[in-house]
Nanobody
Framework: QVQLVESGGGEVQPGGSLRLSCSAS????????MGWYRQAPGKQRDMVAL???????NYADSVKGRFTISRDNAKNTVYLQMNSLKPEDTAVYYC???????????WGQGTQVTVSS
C-alpha cells in the first residue's frame, strides 16, 4: 500500500507561481504513470499533467506552457511547477499514481490552490 501526500498548495495572486509536491511512502520507480488532476467546486475532476516512467509528459491544453511536471525517483516525489497562474486554476489538486494494467490507482488527499487578487 502506497500513501501519497501532497504539499505546496496555497493562495496566490494572478500571475504568481506555486510548486506542488507529491511524496510517496514507497518507491515510485515501479509506477508507469503519475500525475496531477484537479477539481473545482461543482465540476468534475480533470487531468492536469501526466508523466510516464520513460519521462513522456502530457498536459491539459489549458495549462500548456505554464505548468511543468517532473519526477524524482530518488526522492519518491512528483512535482508540478505552476507559473502564470490564473483564477481559473483555482481547484483542489490531487496527486495520482498508477503502475499499469490490472493494478489499482493511488490518489492523494488533495491540496487547495486558490488564485485570487
Amino acid at each position: 500500500q502506497v500513501q501519497l501526500v501532497e504539499s505546496g498548495g496555497g493562495e496566490v495572486q494572478p500571475g504568481g507561481s506555486l510548486r506542488l509536491s507529491c511524496s510517496a511512502s514507497g518507491s515510485i520507480s515501479s509506477f508507469n504513470r503519475m500525475g496531477w488532476y484537479r477539481q473545482a467546486p461543482g465540476k468534475q475532476r480533470d487531468m492536469v499533467a501526466l508523466i510516464t516512467s520513460d519521462g513522456s509528459t502530457n498536459y491539459a491544453d489549458s495549462v500548456k506552457g505554464r505548468f511543468t511536471i517532473s519526477r524524482d525517483n530518488a526522492k519518491n516525489t512528483v512535482y508540478l511547477q505552476m507559473n502564470s497562474l490564473k483564477p481559473e486554476d483555482t481547484a483542489v489538486y490531487y496527486c495520482y499514481m498508477w503502475r499499469g494494467p490490472y493494478s489499482r490507482e493511488y490518489w492523494g488527499q488533495g491540496t487547495q490552490v486558490t488564485v485570487s487578487s
